[in-house]
T-cell receptor, first 112, second 114 residues
């Protein structure tokens, strides 16, 4: 089955700097790659996703890039703010399989 | 607004007892999932359902069961609770375009087995 690896497990950045979280996946048939943000005491919430026919997608300060050849995708957060502090999960799925396989998560801390 | 709710939010139970965690969604999604979250392991799939009367095992299904009698609910049962099942449990449902499962999660249930 699909295996998703996520790095780093923890990340601390100064407020205003950029943060990058990277994931690799094993199944070349995977075609959908969402990112979830989990705040303390809450369930994960979808923040951005990308499909395999797209190389990059942006939404304000958040962007995701996908390299199908290398089977990795990354989350980029620019101009970080204190409210970006949370645990971030990447995930992958392939067409016809509605299940998501998640990475192990990255705890992002924004230092004021 | 549509939502997905879990109950209880916190539960303490004794080893060997049967426990049922509730999950209710008003999204009218066919797909529903149960995950457990443990430090260092992320979110691991326990069971899932693609519709009424359909249930499937995930990667960590031993000791757990689910049933799907209607679209809205997917209760998770621990047949005989063990300390290894102490965890935070999340229910999710997904919809959207087929093949691109946009999942919505509940707030989680923190289960402690003593």
């Amino acid at each position: 089955g699909e295996n998703v690896e996520q790095h780093p497990s923890t990340l601390s950045v100064q407020e205003g700097d950029s943060a990058v979280i990277k994931c690799t996946y094993s199944d070349s048939a995977s075609n959908y790659f969402p990112w979830y943000k989990q705040e303390l005491g809450k369930g994960p919430q979808l923040i951005i996703d990308i499909r395999s026919n797209v190389g990059e997608k942006k939404d304000q300060r958040i962007a995701v890039t996908l390299n199908k050849t290398a089977k990795h995708f990354s989350l980029h957060i620019t101009e970080t703010q204190p409210e970006d502090s949370a645990v971030y999960f990447c995930a992958a799925s392939f067409f016809g399989n509605e299940k998501l396989t998640f990475g192990t998560g990255t705890r992002l801390t924004i230092i004021p | 607004d549509a939502e997905i709710t879990q109950s209880p939010r916190h539960k303490i139970t004794e080893t060997g007892r049967q426990v049922t965690l509730a999950c209710h969604q008003t999204w009218n999604h066919n797909n529903m999932f149960w995950y457990r979250q443990d430090l260092g392991h992320g979110l691991r799939l326990i069971h899932y359902s693609y519709g009424v009367q359909d249930t499937n095992k995930g990667e960590v299904s031993d000791g757990y069961s689910v049933s799907r009698s209607n679209t809205e609910d997917l209760p998770l049962t621990l047949e005989s609770a063990a300390s290894s099942q102490t965890s935070v449990y999340f229910c999710a449902s997904s919809g959207g375009e087929a093949g691109y499962p946009e999942a919505f999660f509940g707030q989680g249930t923190r289960l402690t087995v003593v």
